[in-house]
């Protein structure tokens, strides 16, 4: 018999719902909220007013475009955290009241760990090549930047991670600095496209080997732009795609030489992205170079895949239901990554 699995996410900025069977992804319906952008940031009030508003058709919807409905559903998965609480209250509320007016089982799950685990997530009649255990993940987003090995999919060791910023922080809080709206990294990426990356350079940070740091860097921009505009008036407007090339060089050149050197410490070959820098055009093109060198298998993920959604939160619940997993109704949301055993 198939196992019918709904999944919902509200971790942050994006309402999605997925519907997997058997573990194949049968629809993905995302709701992104627009009123953020105005505040250069996530608002986290705003954003769980949105959740409650977006929740139900988004879950419709899923089960609409998979051509199921309710009633078939076998199992609920959803996002207990980390993210903003008041969005996380969101849909593990819904998911807890669905599943007590089915009557169907519940299954928590790590929004880091559906970040890693993405790269599985496969569409009906799609032949695609996975990475085999144990592989590394750099997994870079708005919130997190880490270097993960990923033993099974549920066994994980994070080899390093940020002290400070995470790298996607780093693109929005540049992108702020340029005026150039919120979220920061798909314009900074556009805009580096037409630039000399090599026209600027920025300090890099000196920490612990496999971890990150990018508030050094956000200031280095910052004063920068401040000296060079008390010349220049118009030093930004003018110069406005080498900065984010350059700006974007640096960042890139961080997170692929701390995956070198994990993937030399760790002898794995193995090598994935995930979270949504991993739509980074520059990191994509750098992991790939790196990779043919050192001979990696290198698996890019879906662009579809690289931001916040449900299927990847679905293909993490549903390794987490085979493996016997089930939550409580009375298990709260937990916005920290520390929260979790993981
Ligand atoms: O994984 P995600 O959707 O949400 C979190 O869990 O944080 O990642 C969002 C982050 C934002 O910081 C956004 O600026 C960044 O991913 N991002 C990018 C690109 N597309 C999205 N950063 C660099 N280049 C991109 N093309
Ligand atoms: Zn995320």
Not at 117 to 136: A, D, H, T
Not at 250 to 263: F, G, N, S
Not at 290 to 296: M, T
Request: glycine share 8%; aromatic share 8%; charged share 20%.
């Amino acid at each position: 018999m198939s196992i019918i699995l709904l999944a919902i996410e509200s971790s942050c900025d994006d309402t999605s719902a997925a519907l997997l069977k058997d573990g194949v992804l049968l629809s993905n319906i995302m709701a992104s909220q627009e009123v953020h952008k105005k505040y250069g940031g996530v608002v986290p009030e705003l954003a769980s007013r949105a959740h409650q508003q977006n929740i139900l058709p988004v879950v419709e919807g899923a089960l609409k475009e998979a051509g199921y409905n309710i009633t078939q559903v076998d199992v609920i998965a959803y996002t207990r955290g980390p993210g903003l609480l008041g969005s996380l209250i969101v849909g593990s509320s819904f998911a807890k009241g669905l599943s007590l007016a089915l009557n169907k089982p519940l299954v928590d799950v790590n929004h880091l760990q559906g970040h890693l685990l993405s790269p599985f997530i496969v569409e009906p009649n799609q032949q695609k090549r996975v990475p085999q255990f144990p592989y590394l993940s750099l997994l870079v987003s708005g919130g997190h930047t880490q270097i993960v090995l990923v033993n099974s999919p549920l066994e994980y060791e994070v080899l390093g991670k940020t002290i400070d910023d995470a790298a996607g922080e780093a693109f929005d809080k540049c992108a702020k600095l340029l005026n150039l709206g919120y979220p920061g990294g798909p314009v900074v990426d556009k805009y580096a496209k037409e630039g000399n990356p090599l026209k600027y350079k920025f300090a890099k940070p000196v920490v612990g080997e496999l971890d990150f740091s990018f508030s050094g860097l956000k200031t280095s921009l910052l004063y920068f732009l401040r000296d060079q505009t008390k010349e220049n008036q118009n030093f930004i407007s003018e110069n406005i795609y080498d900065i984010c090339a350059s700006f974007q060089y640096t960042v890139v050149d961080i997170l692929v030489d701390k995956l070198a050197r994990a993937a030399k410490k760790t002898g794995v070959k193995e090598i994935t992205l995930s979270g949504g820098v991993s739509a980074n055009s520059l990191l994509r093109k750098k992991v790939e170079e790196r990779g043919a060198k050192l001979n990696w298998n290198t698996y890019l993920p879906d662009f579809k895949f690289t931001t916040d959604n449900a299927a990847m939160i679905g293909i993490a619940g549903y390794y987490r239901y085979l493996a016997g997993y089930s939550a409580t109704h009375d298990l709260s949301p937990a916005s920290r990554a520390k929260e979790f055993s993981l």
